[in-house]
């Protein structure tokens, strides 16, 4: 791993909040494309998405996320349950991070969208039990098209509109429909 790749890592654990962030945002930018060294951080980051501090969990879920691209291995099959158990954290805050960003699995490949398009069409679907459950949808309507957008698979699409028509509540149905104009 390079030397910055790593101070990145360690200017995460900074008391310096903007430091952190700094870190943070140029790990998300760097693993907006493919790296070497996913392995290296791989099973840390799985590992912390049970720590006991929610902010390690939500950067381990948006990491996870963002290096499935760089998983040749296909590890993200077998270790996606512990991050989809994430976007179901107690603090909201996490759980949504968490769901705003996991999307990105589905870039892995084919297997990876599959699974990732299954969970978040069952979640739109049995999630009205939830606390914020339309925040819960809008995000999972608002991550489908984030794929699209990345993928232009029009089945992307049309699962996410077949969602949409789902949703008794028309002010909801409206809202959600909002995240497909312009396509």
């Known amino acids: 791993m390079e030397a910055q790749i790593q101070r990145y890592f360690d200017d995460l654990k900074s008391p ?8 943070y945002k140029s790990l998300l930018a760097v693993t907006e494309k493919e790296v070497d060294w996913a392995y ?21 879920a948006q990491f996870l996320s963002h290096l499935a691209i760089s998983d040749p291995e ?10 989809w158990k994430v976007t179901k954290d107690p603090k909201f805050v996490t759980a949504r991070h968490s769901l705003q960003s996991i999307w990105r699995v589905g870039l892995a490949g ?24 339309t925040l819960i949808r809008f995000d ?33 149905q409206k809202k959600y429909a909002t995240v497909w104009r312009n396509t």
């Open 140 to 172: 999972i309507i608002q991550g489908l098209r984030n794929l699209y957008d990345e993928t232009k698979q029009e089945e992307i699409k049309q699962t996410s509109l077949d969602l949409i028509a789902t949703e008794e509540d028309s002010k909801y």
């Open 40 to 60: 290296e951080v791989w099973d840390k980051l799985l590992q912390d998405l049970n720590n006991r501090d929610n902010h390690k969990r939500s950067l381990a």
């Open 110 to 133: 084919v297997e990876q969208k599959e699974l990732l398009i299954n969970h978040l069409t069952d979640r739109f679907r049995n999630c009205a039990e939830e606390k914020n459950y």
């Open 74 to 83: 296909k590890r993200m099959l077998n270790d996606f349950s512990s991050l």
């Open 16 to 23: 310096i909040k903007e430091m952190k962030y700094e870190a």
